[in-house]
């Protein structure tokens, strides 16, 4: 399975981004899907996960992140609004062959996409 992120860049802080992540190699909805993220000089980080319909986030995006998937496609996407400097990093989507629970570490996810760097500037 490949993952291949892209729709990153620069943006003021407020504005809107939407991340796109396309799959091949595989069928996406055989997989829980998620995005994480890693700023300079810090772990990478989980934001959202999605496993058919259901959704999750951490805290610090909830009401601002939408995570969704496009399984016809192949492809999964961040709608990221209301930007913030501390969302500056670069973000990964990855996928996870499908296992008990969900994870939201980033030894739970088997795929990973290059990343995409997101500028927030103040």
């Known amino acids: 399975v490949q993952l291949q992120a892209s729709g990153g860049g620069l943006v003021q802080a407020g504005g809107s981004l939407r991340l796109s992540c396309a799959v091949s190699?595989?069928?996406?909805?055989?997989?829980?899907m998620g995005w994480f993220r890693q700023a300079p000089g810090k772990e990478r980080e989980y934001i959202a996960s999605?496993?058919?319909?259901?959704?999750y986030y951490i805290d610090s995006v909830k009401g601002r992140f939408t995570i969704s998937r496009d399984n016809a496609k192949n492809m999964m996407y961040l709608q990221m609004n209301s930007l913030k400097p501390e969302d500056t990093a670069v973000y990964y989507c990855?996928?996870?062959?499908?296992?008990?629970?969900?994870?939201?570490?980033?030894?739970?996810?088997?795929?990973w996409g290059q990343g995409t760097q997101v500028t927030v500037s103040s």
């Open positions: 990855a996928a996870s062959i499908l296992r008990l629970r969900i994870g939201a570490r980033p030894n739970d996810y088997d795929y």
């Open positions: 999605m496993r058919w319909g259901y959704t």
């Open positions: 190699g595989g069928t996406m909805s055989s997989y829980d």
